[in-house]
């Protein structure tokens, strides 16, 4: 991820401490009051993907991937998944020293990918986030070379961030079983919304030379997407003209019903994201007529009876409310106006606050204050209010804070 981290300050609950995860500055925080709120400086930064920021363990695999799908599917299904290609490391010949980290739970054990079996070759970073390194990666069986299949590897940038990888793989885990219960059953063949999960595998040092040495750590596969949102949207406000929304017309009525799509299963779920934003969307199929979105990220995702305290977010996303009171618990209320700020980004092609950012302070008065619309330019406001429906659509979400029921007649 090109965009946010890790340039990305985090104000870390624990320390209350605004650190700058690439520079060593760090401010205090904590007289903010904001202690679990992300500071996206994607408008400041313009990292690259192409720059890594250490020297990449990674060397580009020669595998081929025509057995992928079979792979994949052997993954996704796990019921028909052989039995040995489950389990935790136990004394793996590389790394008989080391002690695998131990998973919270049964399921989580039940979800790791053997190393006996399997082995995986990292291949180029795609992104970094606050908690973690996002490689892709090509996994194959060792004694079925031609078994091969690329994906994403998301890879904890400490042993202290594994239990965020426990936390969303848990909650990937709920998600897929809603998938193959309700979701197929409710909504035919359309595209689950949420990113597919393939299992954990436990890495070390000679594998990913960022991690200590005294480390055998469980890291995500996911499947891997051509592009962010983010990127989406700066690549094709080049080409759309300036009273269409910056990804074209139907291509915003596409991300508008995926999010739609996306809320429905969060409230059935009676869960919420708390991250939804526009690095957490990825785009698949390009080369397809309409593109197709996945939401990723469930790190700061939980059934809404779990929640305690406000978890990490991003500032620019928030809801003014989780602002003004640090006590309000998230809500499909509060997602569903990140959602409106994504389609608002979508739409006008700058992200929500853009060129605001410069200090995390007055940022914060203008999000509680929720000034988002009274910010756009001339050129930005051309773009949202071109198509009338799309005006109403950003106003009743942004402006009216209508709920999710009033907004599914839109739906298409
Ligand atoms: N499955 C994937 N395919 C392609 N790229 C991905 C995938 N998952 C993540 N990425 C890239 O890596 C970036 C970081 O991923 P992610 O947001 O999951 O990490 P994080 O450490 O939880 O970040 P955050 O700081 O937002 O909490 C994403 O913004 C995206 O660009």
């Known amino acids: 991820m090109s965009q946010t981290p890790p340039y990305t300050p985090v104000c870390e609950v624990s320390s ?41 363990p990674t060397s580009p695999s020669s595998q081929k ?61 795609l992104g970094k986030g606050s908690n973690s390194y996002v490689h892709l990666a090509t996994l194959s069986t060792r004694e079925t070379k031609n078994m091969a299949m690329q994906f994403a590897i998301k890879i904890p940038t400490a042993k202290n961030k594994v239990k965020l990888i426990e936390k969303e793989t848990e909650f990937l885990l709920l998600l897929r079983d809603y998938r193959d219960n309700t979701w197929y059953r409710k909504y035919g063949d359309k595209p689950f919304p949420f990113v597919d999960a393939y299992g954990l595998y436990y890495l070390d040092k000679t594998q990913f030379p960022m991690l200590k040495k005294t480390d055998l750590l469980p890291c995500l596969l996911l499947k891997n997407s051509d592009t962010d949102l983010f990127r989406f949207i700066n690549e094709r406000r080049e080409l759309t003209n300036a009273y269409e929304p910056a990804i074209g017309l139907k291509n915003w009525f596409c991300l ?112 509680k204050e929720g000034k988002v619309l009274e910010l756009l330019t001339r050129e930005e406001l051309n773009r949202m209010t071109g198509n009338s429906q799309v005006q109403e659509i950003l106003n009743l979400i942004l402006v009216k804070r209508c709920t999710l029921e009033e907004l599914l007649p839109l739906h298409s």
């Open 256 to 367: 508008f019903n995926f999010l739609l799509d996306v809320l429905q299963v969060l409230r059935d779920l009676e869960a919420v994201h708390c991250d939804i934003k526009t690095d957490n969307i990825l785009v698949e199929n390009l080369s397809i007529s309409e593109p197709a979105f996945k939401l990723i990220d469930f790190t700061s995702s939980a059934k809404i009876v779990d929640i305690h305290e406000q978890p990490e977010m991003t500032l620019q996303f928030t809801a003014p409310e989780l602002l003004k009171d640090q006590n309000k618990i998230p809500d499909f209320s509060t997602d569903l106006y990140s959602s409106g700020l994504v389609l608002l980004h979508a739409a006008t092609g700058s992200a929500p606050y853009h060129g605001y950012d410069y200090d995390p302070y007055y940022l914060i008065t203008l999000v």
């Open 16 to 56: 209350a401490t605004f650190e700058d995860t690439k520079s060593s500055s760090s401010t205090s925080m904590s007289c903010l009051g904001t202690d679990s709120i992300t500071v996206d400086t994607t408008n400041v930064s313009t990292t690259g993907t192409t720059e890594p920021y250490y020297n990449s």
């Open 65 to 125: 991937f025509d057995s992928s799908q079979v792979l994949s599917n052997i993954l996704d299904t796990r019921p028909q998944i052989p039995k040995h290609y489950i389990g935790v490391p136990k004394t793996p010949s590389s790394t008989k020293s080391l002690t695998p980290y131990k998973l919270k739970s049964k399921s989580l054990e039940d979800f790791v990918l053997s190393s006996t079996v399997f082995e995986i070759k990292l291949d180029s970073l």
